[in-house]
């Protein structure tokens, strides 16, 4: 029943907003007593802590099933970018924006996992991409991957509506893709951007 309730809060969370769904509308969701969620969770930060982390594992279970298809380098990345918007599509607005804002310390929290997470997908990139020849052999690593990730959370906590950060996740991805190809990885950006833009 535990998994029941996070999953089904998780969904309404994600689709109407954190601040707007309350324990009485996922009770009567289910056709459960708010009894019921009580007996698992104290309050409704306990559940969305629990929700998240629940999101948090299953795009990083997606990301690892990306990484192992042995995509190049760049098509990686432009996989996982589809994969978000997929996975988000359904949402109005954006998650960590209205959880930067309404529950800031479940946000602080989650974004110490992202990071460094996200500190380790996006080295093995850069690090793949060199050996492939498409990212620059001089490339400062840490730094460019420090870029990347501040500006795509940046993007996700700054931005209301879920289809204007995707709008702008792109554009980032562009650009932190260009500041690091070799003249071959231009060549692979340009046949990831036509795809996208066919």
Avoid at 91 to 106: M, N, T
């Amino acid at each position: 029943m535990k998994d029941k309730i996070i999953k089904k809060a998780t969904e309404m969370f994600l689709k109407l907003g954190f601040k707007s769904v309350t324990m009485d509308d996922i009770a009567c969701e289910m056709c459960i007593s708010k009894k019921t969620i009580y007996k698992y969770f104290h309050n409704k930060e306990m559940l969305i802590e629990e929700g998240t982390e629940i999101v948090h594992q299953k795009i990083h279970r997606i990301i690892d099933e990306i990484i192992s298809k042995d995509f190049n380098a760049i098509e990686e990345n432009f996989e996982i970018r589809r994969m978000f918007k997929e996975m988000f599509q359904s949402v109005d607005h954006s998650p960590a924006f209205q959880l930067k804002k309404h529950y800031p310390e479940i946000y602080s929290k989650m974004m110490a996992n992202e990071i460094e997470d996200c500190t380790t997908v996006f080295s093995q990139n850069v690090e793949k991409g060199i050996v492939q020849g498409l990212y620059r052999t001089d490339v400062d690593i840490e730094a460019a991957v420090k870029f990347y990730y501040t500006l795509i959370f940046s993007i996700n906590e700054n931005t209301q509506f879920e289809k204007d950060a995707a709008e702008l996740e792109l554009k980032a991805l562009e650009y932190h893709t260009r500041a690091i190809a070799s003249e071959k990885g231009i060549i692979e950006l340009e046949k990831q951007l036509s795809k996208i833009n066919s």
